[in-house]
């Protein structure tokens, strides 16, 4: 027999509820999004007139048909939201950052075990196609053995967004738990725990009242990360840059799914997570005494594949790809950035 359909109850209507869990658990077979949280307006209704819209969680977790619960709020509200879904016995998926701090990780890892529940962290970055590629290729060893790995969030936006949660002075809010969290999981994926840290996080606009970059070292056995972000990019750098003994690959361009899912697209139309190839990185190697150098093409990304996951690991049938425990070694690594690591400090 088939696996039951697990329904599924989407807490927030942001930019994050709206662009990255809605249309993509609508396209996972097994998942039914079932109810919406959304505190006012009605776009949610609008935008998904079958899925009953719903003002507060605690109406949410009255219908007790709801199995699954995402959490797509402000980051200062993960931790509590979470804590009282897995103690109302549901299975959790959060938002990134999961936490503001690793003791809340661990606690709602801890609760999470004690209750016998899921609990996941959409690191969907996981399933960019051009980090996709980046894995295959260090896994190949094509370029040898790594020495240096760099990766960055380059955007250009000069002028703060007038009412931004995440530019204001709150808990959580600032570049370095925004894009932090994605840059950071994708290196501990890759590489494991580092040995040690450290990080310049700053504010570079002139309104800034958070942080809007940062620079992040982390240091492995002959091997230095560097993970940045700005928001002064007008001519962003690369998104990877990988040197090893054997070659160097250098890819520019973000993954198209975002901007696919912000105009409307619905995963798994055709082409979907596909990569125009004037985007594809360039792989440079020393062969037979020269240098040659060739276009790689990128793997085709698909977050579908996050949420499938959950599913799976609800019924049993595979391990979590990215467990609470996961996610909170990245926010003590945030932690650590955050405190001010200017010199080396372990890790």
Same mark, same amino acid.
């Given at each position: 027999?088939?696996?039951?359909?697990?329904?599924?109850?989407?807490?927030?209507?942001?930019?994050?509820?709206?662009?990255?869990?809605?249309?993509?658990?609508?396209?996972?077979?097994?998942?039914?999004?079932?109810?919406?949280?959304?505190?006012?307006?009605?776009?949610?209704?609008?935008?998904?007139?079958?899925?009953?819209?719903?003002?507060? @969680?605690?109406?949410?977790?009255?219908?007790?048909?709801?199995?699954?619960?995402?959490?797509?709020?402000?980051?200062?509200?993960?931790?509590?939201?979470?804590?009282?879904?897995?103690?109302?016995?549901?299975? @959790?998926?959060?938002?990134?950052?999961?936490?503001?701090?690793?003791?809340?990780?661990?606690?709602?890892?801890?609760?999470?075990?004690?209750?016998?529940? @899921?609990?996941?962290?959409?690191?969907?970055?996981?399933?960019?196609?051009?980090?996709?590629?980046?894995?295959?290729?260090?896994?190949?060893?094509?370029?040898?053995?790594?020495?240096?790995?760099?990766?960055?969030?380059?955007?250009?936006?000069?002028?703060?967004?007038?009412?931004?949660?995440?530019?204001?002075?709150?808990?959580?809010?600032?570049?370095?738990?925004?894009?932090?969290?994605?840059?950071?999981?994708?290196?501990?994926?890759?590489?494991?725990?580092?040995?040690?840290?450290?990080?310049?996080?700053?504010?570079?606009?002139?309104?800034?009242?958070?942080?809007?970059?940062?620079?992040?070292?982390?240091?492995?056995?002959?091997?230095?990360?560097?993970?940045?972000?700005?928001?002064?990019?007008?001519?962003?750098?690369?998104?990877?840059?990988?040197?090893?003994?054997?070659?160097?690959?250098?890819? %520019?361009?973000?993954?198209?799914?975002?901007?696919?899912?912000?105009?409307?697209?619905?995963?798994?139309?055709?082409?979907?997570?596909?990569?125009?190839?004037?985007?594809?990185?360039?792989?440079?190697?020393?062969?037979?005494?020269?240098?040659?150098?060739?276009?790689?093409?990128?793997?085709?990304?698909? %977050?579908?594949?996050?949420?499938?996951?959950?599913?799976?690991?609800?019924?049993?049938?595979?391990?979590?790809?990215?467990?609470?425990?996961?996610?909170?070694?990245?926010?003590?690594?945030?932690?650590?950035?955050?405190?001010?690591?200017?010199?080396?400090?372990?890790?």
């Amino acid at each position: 027999m088939a696996p039951a359909i697990i329904p599924v109850g989407l807490v927030g209507f942001g930019m994050a509820g709206r662009t990255f869990h809605a249309p993509v658990i609508r396209a996972v077979p097994g998942l039914s999004l079932t109810a919406i949280v959304q505190r006012t307006g009605d776009s949610a209704r609008e935008s998904y007139p079958d899925v009953r819209v719903l003002r507060d @969680v605690d109406q949410l977790l009255a219908d007790e048909s709801i199995r699954l619960i995402v959490i797509a709020t402000p980051n200062d509200s993960h931790y509590p939201l979470a804590k009282k879904c897995l103690l109302a016995g549901r299975h @959790v998926v959060v938002d990134k950052p999961f936490t503001i701090t690793s003791r809340e990780g661990r606690e709602l890892d801890e609760l999470a075990r004690a209750e016998n529940r @899921v609990l996941s962290v959409h690191q969907n970055r996981r399933w960019d196609g051009d980090f996709l590629t980046v894995r295959k290729l260090i896994a190949s060893g094509t370029l040898g053995r790594l020495a240096q790995f760099e990766s960055h969030y380059d955007r250009y936006r000069p002028a703060l967004r007038p009412g931004a949660w995440r530019e204001a002075a709150s808990p959580g809010s600032g570049i370095l738990y925004d894009l932090g969290p994605h840059l950071v999981d994708q290196a501990l994926t890759l590489f494991g725990q580092p040995e040690a840290i450290a990080a310049d996080v700053r504010m570079e606009r002139d309104d800034a009242v958070v942080d809007d970059a940062f620079d992040i070292l982390l240091r492995f056995r002959k091997l230095t990360v560097l993970l940045r972000a700005t928001m002064l990019a007008c001519a962003p750098g690369p998104r990877f840059v990988l040197n090893g003994t054997l070659g160097s690959y250098i890819k %520019y361009g973000m993954d198209p799914q975002e901007e696919a899912l912000k105009a409307g697209r619905q995963p798994g139309d055709s082409g979907w997570g596909e990569e125009d190839p004037s985007h594809w990185g360039t792989l440079t190697l020393a062969e037979g005494g020269g240098i040659v150098s060739r276009a790689v093409p990128t793997e085709p990304g698909d %977050y579908r594949a996050f949420y499938a996951n959950v599913r799976d690991a609800i019924h049993g049938k595979a391990p979590l790809a990215v467990t609470a425990e996961q996610a909170t070694r990245v926010i003590r690594l945030l932690e650590l950035a955050g405190d001010g690591a200017k010199t080396w400090q372990p890790f």
